[in-house]
Structure formats: C-alpha cells, structure tokens
C-alpha cells in the first residue's frame, strides 16, 4: 500500500513539473522525488494527448480540421505552458550555427529567442497540424484521436530515455531542475517504457488488428527521432540538458504522428 502511495505521489510530482495542473500541497516535495518521477512522465503525457483528443473530437463537430487541430494544438501548448516547445526553440538556436560546446550552452540559457528557435518551432508546429490534419482526413476515432494520444506518451518516453542514456551536458549547478541534472536509473527508464508500451497494447487491443501497422509505424519513427537527437546531442553537447530533453519530446511527437500517417499511406 505504502509503494502504491509513493508512485502515485510521484505521478503528481510529474504532472506538477510538466503542466499547469494543480496538486495538493498534501503530496509534499522532496528534490529526489522529482527525479524518480520521471518514470511516469509518459503518464502524464496520456493525460496532455488525451486533453487535445478531446478538443480535436469537439471541435470537429462545429468547425472545419483545420481550426480544430489548431485548437487542440493550442490546448495542448496551453496545458503544459510551451514547456517543451521552449526547450526546442532552445535547442535550435543553441544547436542550430557552428559554435562551441561552450557558446551553445550559453545561447541556450539565453531567454530570447532567435532565428533557428523561431524557425525550429514554427517548422515542427507547422508539420504536426499538417500531420494532424492529415489523420482527421483519415477518420477521427480510430486514427487522427489515438494517434495524438500516442504520440505524446512515446515522445516523453524518449526523454526519459536520453535521461538514462546520456549524461548532463551543463552545470548541475545551475541547472533549472537540479535532481534532473543527474541520470535516470535504469528502473525509471524500464517503468517510463512500461508505460508506452502499455499504451501501445491499449490502444491495439481498443482498435483491433487495424492499428498493429501504424502503432508499429509511429514507435518506429520515434525510436529513430531518440536515436538521432541521442546522436546529435552527444557530438554537439557531450550529454542533453533540460531544454535538449524538450527538444526530443517534441520531435520524438512529431516522428511519431509522421509514422503513423506513413502507414496509413
């Protein structure tokens, strides 16, 4: 009972770190909880994908797809408060010009944004509407809704992952969330992959033998997205920081929607 309790304090401490979602202050805080927490991020990706599936179901039966992505885009961007879109637009213009390890650490500590943070964004957001569109043209129940819905458990799935594979890139001690400067540990990996899978298997079993090829698809094309970012992360930074953490969510959640939609082409 007493683990039980403990792991579902974690979730909350998940959800409290990754949206604007209210907690309890009952739930306490201690800084080795926020790490260990990372284990249900994908959790409360479940939450935020199924929030926008909601949107994008209502607001299809009053406006045309292409307001209604929108608006679930918006509710989604809203949800978390651009958490992880701010870490991509980090990362581009860190990662984006040819500058030393040093130099980009330092741009991406910079709050403004600049010409590669503004055109990774606007190019990563522009993809996933017309990803997203492209699903609703498809059918909405049984494949623009689950695949939103999977996309956002896989892609922060991902990086939990590069948080167990790679080290911090930055100084822990000035890092923004201090108990995520440090490695995840192989059971908070192996729970967080749990939990796409177990996504993975629902949403198979909900949909029949019809989403066996797209589920495939889309886990497929996020576990490349990991890959390169892992890649491309080690040669550039020696290891991730938070907003390379975000970048990969958000590009792992657009591979995934692009898998998908591959598949049903």
Same mark, same amino acid.
């Given at each position: 009972m007493g683990l039980l309790v403990h792991e579902l304090r974690l979730a909350l401490v998940a959800l409290q770190f990754l949206t604007r979602v209210p907690v309890p202050r009952a739930i306490g805080f201690h800084p080795a909880w926020l790490q260990s927490s990372a284990r249900h991020f994908p959790l409360v990706g479940a939450g935020v994908g199924a929030a926008g599936a909601a949107v994008l179901a209502l607001a299809t039966q009053v406006w045309p797809a292409p307001v209604a992505v929108l608006l679930s885009m918006v509710a989604t961007v809203w949800l978390t408060g651009g958490f992880h879109e701010d870490g991509l637009a980090d990362?581009?213009?860190?990662?984006?010009?040819?500058?030393?390890?040093?130099?980009?650490?330092?741009?991406?500590?910079?709050?403004?944004? /600049?010409?590669?943070?503004?055109?990774? =964004?606007?190019?990563?957001? %522009? +993809?996933? &509407?017309?990803? !997203?569109?492209? @699903? $609703?043209?498809?059918?909405?129940?049984?494949?623009?809704?689950?695949?939103?819905?999977?996309?956002?458990?896989?892609?922060?799935?991902?990086?939990?992952?590069?948080?167990?594979?790679?080290?911090?890139?930055?100084?822990?001690?000035?890092?923004?969330?201090?108990?995520?400067?440090?490695?995840?540990?192989?059971?908070?990996?192996?729970?967080?992959?749990?939990?796409?899978?177990?996504?993975?298997?629902?949403?198979?079993? /909900?949909?029949?033998?019809?989403?066996? =090829?797209?589920?495939?698809? %889309? +886990?497929? &094309?996020?576990? !490349?997205?990991? @890959? $390169?970012?892992?890649?491309?992360?080690?040669?550039?930074?020696?290891?991730?920081?938070?907003d390379t953490l975000g970048a990969a969510q958000q590009l792992g959640e657009l591979a995934a929607l692009l898998g998908w939609l591959a598949a049903l082409r």
């Open positions: 990362t581009c213009d860190g990662l984006g010009g040819s500058v030393s390890r040093e130099r980009a650490l330092q741009i991406m500590k910079d709050s403004r944004v /600049g010409s590669y943070g503004v055109l990774g =964004l606007v190019g990563v957001l %522009a +993809l996933k &509407a017309a990803a !997203l569109h492209a @699903l $609703v043209s498809h059918g909405l129940a049984h494949t623009a809704l689950p695949a939103l819905l999977f996309a956002h458990v896989a892609s922060r799935s991902a990086a939990v992952l590069l948080l167990r594979a790679l080290p911090y890139a930055g100084d822990p001690e000035h890092a923004k969330a201090k108990p995520l400067a440090q490695r995840a540990s192989a059971a908070t990996a192996a729970v967080a992959l749990a939990w796409t899978l177990a996504s993975a298997a629902g949403l198979w079993a /909900g949909l029949g033998r019809a989403a066996a =090829l797209p589920l495939t698809a %889309a +886990l497929a &094309a996020c576990t !490349l997205s990991t @890959l $390169v970012c892992a890649r491309w992360f080690q040669r550039r930074l020696g290891g991730t920081t938070g």
